[in-house]
């Protein structure tokens, strides 16, 4: 079972600012008790891998989850933000002023968003599924959890799912929520998104 967590509320989700891969910039006390309770909601699947985004949010809830459940875990760069190119620490609101709606524009994976040197939807895509791969290959039969953020989480929810551009822009992953992916014989699939609570995955 592959496990995606998007970290913990953070600093810049509460000021809605485009933080991408901005360092310094902590879980807010919401965000930490986020994690802690998730945590404890994940002792049951006796997770037996964790691998983490190296930025700041992911680590700390990666922490706090493997201090919580006594495993080790592993930073990889395939998890990581995206980069918002010129777009980093910018409002929401002003981004919408000056550019219109650029979420919407780098699902759609138009050019403007490559020139302001954000990573595009598709490079996001190649990365998190070379991941997905990579847990697959490595860790058969294992619980694994991949703490990242909203958008690798979205990648891989609309190859599994054929998501359309709108859908993934209304689409909110919530923060400290689970994302949970089975593979059989080489096929996805979707067991829960925006899930709170881990024991309905255990297997008696």
Do not use: W
């Not at 058969?140 to 990242?148: F, H, R, S, Y």
């Amino acid at each position: 079972m592959i496990i995606f967590l998007r970290h913990g509320q953070a600093k810049n989700n509460t000021k809605r600012i485009l933080a991408g891969r901005t360092p310094g910039i902590p879980l807010t006390e919401v965000g930490i008790k986020q994690a802690k309770n998730i945590a404890k909601y994940l002792k049951p699947l006796k997770i037996d891998t964790i691998y983490t985004s190296p930025i700041e949010r992911a680590l700390t809830t990666a922490d706090i989850i493997a201090k919580n459940n006594s495993i080790e875990y592993k930073i990889d760069n395939r998890l990581i933000e995206i980069d918002m190119g010129k777009f980093t620490g910018m409002p929401y609101n002003e981004i919408f002023t000056t550019h219109g709606n650029v979420f919407l524009k780098f699902y759609e994976g138009e050019t403007e968003i490559a020139h302001n040197g954000v990573e595009t939807f598709a490079e996001v895509k190649k990365r998190i599924l070379d991941m997905v791969d990579y847990v697959i290959n490595q860790h058969t039969n294992e619980n694994v959890l991949l703490v990242t953020h909203m958008d690798p989480i979205k990648a891989v929810l609309s190859t599994i799912l054929d998501l359309k551009p709108q859908s993934l822009f209304e689409l909110i992953i919530a923060n400290c929520s689970l994302t949970v992916i089975n593979e059989d014989q080489g096929k996805l699939s979707i067991t829960a998104i925006n899930a709170m609570d881990a024991k309905r995955f255990v297997k008696n």
